[in-house]
T-cell receptor
Framework: QKEVEQNSGPLSVPEGAIASLNCTYS??????FFWYRQYSGKSPELIMS????GDKEDGRFTAQLNKASQYVSLLIRDSQPSDSATYLC???????????FGRGTSLIVHP | GAVVSQHPSWVICKSGTSVKIECRSL??????MFWYRQFPKQSLMLMAT?????????EQGVEKDKFLINHASLTLSTLTVTSAHPEDSSFYIC????????????FGPGTRLTVT
C-alpha cells in the first residue's frame, strides 16, 4: 500500500522567509506528484504538479522531485501571512488516476 | 479554467432523511470524479471514484447503499447520503479529472453537511 508521509507541523516561518515543505513516499512506481493548499474550512486548491526529477518553478513556488530518494518538496519564497494554510502532498502511481494524499503540513507565516 | 462547483455549499437535515450533493465541472469535461469526506482537523478520505456512465468504485469501508453516486454525464456527478445520521455530518468534497491523460484533479468548494 502506498504511503505518503508529511510532517504535520506546524511549520512556523517569518514573513519574507523561505518555507520548505517535505513529503516522502513509499511506492517506487509513483509517477505524478502534486501539491495542494487548503485553507481552514475550505477545499484543496492545486498549486503545482511535477512529473520528472528536478525543479519546477511557478512564481514564488518551486517543487522539487527526487525519485531516487523518494521525496518531493515545495519551497515557498518570500512567504506571506496569506500563505498560512495546510499543504497537502498527493501522489499517483503509473497508470492510476487515484491519488494518495498525505495528512498535510500546517504552515504558519507570522508577520 | 478547470472550475468545479458544488451545490449546496452547506445543508442541515434531520436524521433519517436523504441529502443530494451535486458536483459539476464548469469549463471542462470530467472523465473521472472523486468524492472525499473530511472531518475537522483530519486528512481527506477518498470515498469513491466514478467514471462517466459507469458504476462508482467505492473505497473499503464505505457503504455503497448509503452513499449513492451517479455520474450521469461528463460534467455532473451526484452524491446522495441516504438515511443520514449525525455521524455522517462532515465536509464532503468532490474533485474532477479532465478527459485525456491529465492526472491533475480540481476540487469543488465542498459541502458542509450537518445532520441533526
Amino acid at each position: 500500500q502506498k504511503e505518503v508521509e508529511q510532517n504535520s507541523g506546524p511549520l512556523s516561518v517569518p514573513e519574507g522567509a523561505i518555507a520548505s515543505l517535505n513529503c516522502t513516499y513509499s511506492d517506487r512506481v509513483s509517477q505524478s506528484f502534486f501539491w495542494y493548499r487548503q485553507y481552514s474550512g475550505k477545499s484543496p486548491e492545486l498549486i503545482m504538479s511535477i512529473y520528472s526529477n528536478g525543479d519546477k518553478e511557478d512564481g514564488r513556488f518551486t517543487a522539487q522531485l527526487n525519485k531516487a530518494s523518494q521525496y518531493v518538496s515545495l519551497l515557498i519564497r518570500d512567504s506571506q501571512p496569506s500563505d498560512s494554510a495546510t499543504y497537502l502532498c498527493a501522489i499517483t502511481e503509473g497508470g492510476s488516476y487515484i491519488p494518495t494524499f498525505g495528512r498535510g503540513t500546517s504552515l504558519i507565516v507570522h508577520p | 479554467g478547470a472550475v468545479v462547483s458544488q451545490h449546496p455549499s452547506w445543508v442541515i437535515c434531520k436524521s433519517g432523511t436523504s441529502v443530494k450533493i451535486e458536483c459539476r465541472s464548469l469549463d471542462f469535461q470530467a472523465t473521472t470524479m472523486f468524492w472525499y469526506r473530511q472531518f475537522p482537523k483530519q486528512s481527506l478520505m477518498l470515498m469513491a471514484t466514478s467514471n462517466e456512465g459507469s458504476k462508482a468504485t467505492y473505497e473499503q469501508g464505505v457503504e455503497k447503499d448509503k452513499f449513492l453516486i451517479n455520474h450521469a454525464s461528463l460534467t455532473l456527478s451526484t452524491l446522495t447520503v441516504t438515511s443520514a445520521h449525525p455521524e455522517d455530518s462532515s465536509f464532503y468534497i468532490c474533485s474532477a479529472r479532465a478527459s485525456g491523460t491529465s492526472y491533475e484533479q480540481y476540487f469543488g468548494p465542498g459541502t458542509r453537511l450537518t445532520v441533526t
